[in-house]
């Protein structure tokens, strides 16, 4: 493998307008709702750093400079913390200013995920990167990028992150159509559906929100015409590629069953900072105490 093509970069799409969190989401980006102690696009940033992808470029709508702001330093919060002797505190404001190189660029029009991606070719270049997605969060302890970056390189195609679902979830995903592949312990995609009903779901694996792309995938985004929701899908524009021949094409499947928390909607939102609340060593153990005993109250 060239240098050349190893995956580097990350595009993080962060122009959502947040509208499943109105009003919370009024003046204030969705990605900057506190996860437990941190902006849920703290840990997305953190996790493509962890493997390495310290260029980043985060495709941003309204209320960009929160985004800019958290990401950026506060020298006079740091003096004041330093004078304090609170280390604690500024070892946690300046993990979020150490995090490599991060670009910005606006997405205009919200015309879709599709669109959102096609805003980073030009800082992509000709070379593979990562998509992340805010609204899905893969925990620290369980591999998934790092796996998708080595079937990346192996194939020189695309990939996927896929989970099994009830099918009745399925109408919420983009859905993929699978074969093994023999001896690997990735699958090859053979067709990818966006958002099917459960009746025209090919199977239960929904697409979840990492993907490694080989950079054809911009030529292709620019003829996608505006699929499901008016909106230009990055899943239509895989299905193309699913079914391409040639350099850039083929589309690979990683099946994840490590722990994912969706914080997309309010519900799931709330699951995601419970869960990772009473996984955390500071909170974990006296929140997990109080839950049980409320959770019994609940049932009584
Ligand atoms: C997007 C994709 C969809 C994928 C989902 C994962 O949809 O279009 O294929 O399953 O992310 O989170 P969205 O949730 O942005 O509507």
């Known amino acids: 493998m060239t240098s050349a093509h190893k995956v580097r970069k990350a595009v993080i799409p962060a122009a959502g307008l947040g509208t499943r969190f109105l009003p919370a989401t009024k ?6 709702l506190p996860v437990v102690d941190k902006p849920a696009i703290q840990y997305v940033v953190q996790e493509a750093v962890s493997v390495g992808l310290t260029d980043i470029l985060m495709v941003t709508g309204r209320s960009k400079r929160a985004l800019e702001d958290h990401f950026d330093r506060v020298p006079s919060l740091e003096a004041t913390l330093e004078d304090k002797g609170d280390t604690a505190k500024l070892k946690a404001v300046q993990a979020a200013t150490d995090l490599g190189d991060i670009h910005y660029v606006r997405q205009g029009d919200p015309k879709g995920l599709g669109h ?5 070719k030009q800082h992509v270049g000709e070379e593979p990167f990562a998509v992340l997605l805010g609204d899905d969060l893969i925990d620290d302890r369980d591999q998934l990028l790092s796996v998708m970056i080595d ?31 023999e001896g690997e312990d990735y699958v090859r995609v053979r067709k990818l559906v966006e958002k099917p009903s459960p009746e025209e779901a090919p199977s239960n694996l929904a697409v979840i929100g990492r993907y490694v792309l080989h950079h054809s995938v911009f030529d292709v985004l620019e003829e996608t015409e505006p699929g499901r929701g008016g909106e230009i899908q990055l899943t239509d524009a895989l299905q193309t590629l699913a079914a391409a021949e040639g350099e850039g094409s083929g589309v690979y499947g990683v099946v994840f069953r490590g722990r994912r928390y969706d914080t997309g909607d309010k519900l799931s939102y709330l699951k995601a900072v419970v869960q990772l609340a009473c996984a955390s060593e500071d909170l974990g153990p006296d929140l997990r105490k109080w839950l049980t005993s409320f959770a019994a109250e609940l049932d009584s």
């Open 151 to 181: 079937v990346q390189a192996k194939t020189s195609g695309s990939v996927i992150a896929l989970i099994e679902v009830e099918p009745s979830q399925i109408s919420a995903y983009g859905c993929a159509d699978i074969e093994e592949v």
């Open 116 to 120: 959102a991606v096609l805003r980073a």
């Open 27 to 32: 003046a204030m980006p969705k990605e900057m």
